[in-house]
């Protein structure tokens, strides 16, 4: 028996049993780690809040009410929203042909269209203006953040997507649905966590990025924060300024939240879900293709081409390949690291998130995604602040590094646990609880298997967006250490862009590793 | 990957077991690690440039050295959150303005007098706590098939001239940019700085993120003029030859301030406790040897009496450099409002 995703309305909910569920005690178990992980990710307020009071209420106003502070609030937000929503478009319309149609060579482009993720976006703005030189503003911001952060919708949707139970979608093609109907009135329903999930990591790294918009030319918040830290090196105004983004941050997930509905996402039926028939494309296959291309194109091949032609036309090409080789090994310990951790700090949130409801539940994963909009070099300023006081011996070593990626990245692996545990089905977790197991139990041997593709996809963007990851592996970096991001950075800052594309091309071999493994594992879960 | 991922707890162990293995330093170690006994520099300049000097003076001087490379505002910042507990000896900067700021944060050492008065005192701190060690001037970058040298302005404030409407290019929120400003400000007044940006912003101006950036502009032709530092045309000629790289530079005459030379330069922390080894690394870099490089190397202007610049590039004395007090560019803050004011930034 298994019946189509059952509308579970807030608190009242679905039968006796499920009511329980809701009231149930949140286990300890997962509440613990899960407000560690929230103070982690709350460590760069400590520090705003610090600098944001030094000078008293009067500064505070006084930054606070510039008319240029609200003018660029504004034009912040709606590059946020333009983008997000091309992403939403872009990010579901790509995993839906390559999870559920016959697309020629789907494992292929599974793989190509999640690379634009290895493109950090100060290298696609470079590239893009390096080609066309009027390339700028609104426009050109808006295309370039939306092809490098489009993955972060993609990739939970391609692990929702091959976790969905087909006979939903059965059930509605038996009651007479078109496949596109089918796909828009269900399969759309069932991914939803997951590319909401998405859209919101991409408003939130819109609202941070900073080296894109200034290349670009399109004036937005965070220049603020940068020309306030150059201007006076006072800490102060740009704290304050930092604040503004987190409350904007705690606003959109507010928003958030209340879009998220209260639907149950999970199969209720016995047994595991079977695989997917995919959708002949017949007569669109062109069209699709020609889509993925496009998209792949513009987000792959243009910064390719633009680093194939540095190496062609520059003389400090020579490439120092224990320069390369170690900057490599540096980056891929760090982001693996940097992955590992934040996680592991993810899970506890991520399963409450995704299963628990409540002020409780809610507070913590807004507090995880407190930061997300703070500008890398406010993190790692606040970061600089709290270990050289309190952590002295491990200032400017790798755990420092590790942990600001962690601040930085929590809720890209937030979202993919718990868009991941909502799928799974709550009723073979209460099954094991009867049968005896522990909370910790189950969580290792329902929960987080049901949930690990989604987990793994998470676990990959984290990696991926650690190793592109510029102004905290800057900053905390132990001296000396060089990652393929600082030496690209250093390169380019020299206008040595033949002696940088070398960094750029081994960022985007090291960073296809990963994804070809997610796609290669859907791949072989389909077949 | 999945089968990892069923021993959740046992991979969180793992986490924990690899990041306190990475404490005991096994992270770094990847990369060469640091010397807790090394000279710690922080440098604002780049690793390219940097490090065969570096590697020099620690041959001749046997001191071991750790430099910490990254943007001069970040490094900056970041000795000014790191406050006296600084792991960091020697601070050397790209731009004299971030040299100021930690001045009057009071984190900078004074200087030996025997190390200033080896550069003009044009090109030091007032107060001795840092030192220039290579100058660059500002230029106007010019397309050849758009304009003629001769058709190429004297100063910066011909440029506003409806002949220029949309054919200039700056990049207002670079630093050096900012430093030719508060240099107008200072040489003619806070009127007339404020009342050229309008102009310019009037006359439709062109800004780009950073000087290369206006360079390019300059070379495909998207603006005729471009004002930026004169070594970025240097390095892109060394780079790609001359030949490829369409646009040439005119350095003002008659004391314009659009000539303005402004400085990168060095300053021992305070606190530091390798100081005798910090003040002989500033030392170093004032070397006839080292001030050879900066020519050579960046295409800079030593300061260091009787060094020649490279070949092309007009020597110092040469310049008509307008007259101005290096320290009091300090105003950085000021002129950041007016910029912004003026709706360039």
Redesign the interface.
Known sequence: MSAAALPVSGDECYGTHCHSRVRQHIPSVLVVPAAVAAAVALLPLIYLAVRASEDGLGTVADVLLRERTAALVLRSLALAGTVTAICLVVGVSLAGLVTRTRLPARPVWAVLVALPLAVPSYVAAFTWLSLFPRFGGFLGATLVLSLVSYPYVYLPVVAALSRIDPAHEEVARALGRGPLRTFLSVTARQVRPAAAGGALLVALYVLSDFGAVAMLRYDVFTRVIYTSYRSSFDPTPAAILSCVLVAITVLILWGEIRTRGSRAYARLGAGAARQHRPAPLRGWTAAALAWCALVVGLAVGVPLVAIGYWLARGSSAGIDVGELASAAVSTLAVSALGALLTVALALPVGALAGRYRGRRVRLLEQAAYAGHALPGVVVALSLVFLSVRYARPIYQEVPVLVLAYAVLFLPAAVAAVRASVAQCPPALEDVARSLGRTPGGVLRSITVPLAGPGIAAGAVLVFLTCMKELPATLLLRPTGMETLATRLWSNTEVGAYAGAAPFAVALLLLAALPTALLGHRWRTRHE | ??SR?????S??A??VV??AA??S?C??D?????DESAL?VYSGR????VKPLIERFEKETGIKV??????T??L???L????E???ADVYFSQDGG?LG??AR?GRLERLPDSLLNTVPAAYRAKDGTWVGTSGRSRVIAYNPDKAAEADVPDSVFDLTDPKWRGKVGIAP?N?SF?AFVTAIRVLRGDDAARKWLVDMKANGVQ???NN??TL??VK?G?VTLGLINHY?WY??V????ED?VNARLKFLPGGDPGALVNVAGVAVLKGSDRADQARRFAEYLLTADAQRYFAEQTKEYPLVAGVPTVADLPPLDTLQVPEIDLSDLDT??Q??TMI?DAGL?
Do not use: H
């Open positions: 990957m999945l991922l069923r021993a959740l707890p991979s969180v793992l986490a690899l990041v990475a404490v330093g992270g770094g990847a990369a060469g690690g640091l710690v780049q690793e390219a440039l750790s430099v910490r490379y990254g943007n505002a970040q900056a910042a970041q000014i959150e790191e406050g507990r600084t792991p971030a700021a930690l944060e929120s630093a900012e800004t780009f993120d290369i950036l390019n502009a495909e998207v970025y390095e892109q060394a780079e790609e030859g490829k950085l803050e002129t950041l912004q930034t």
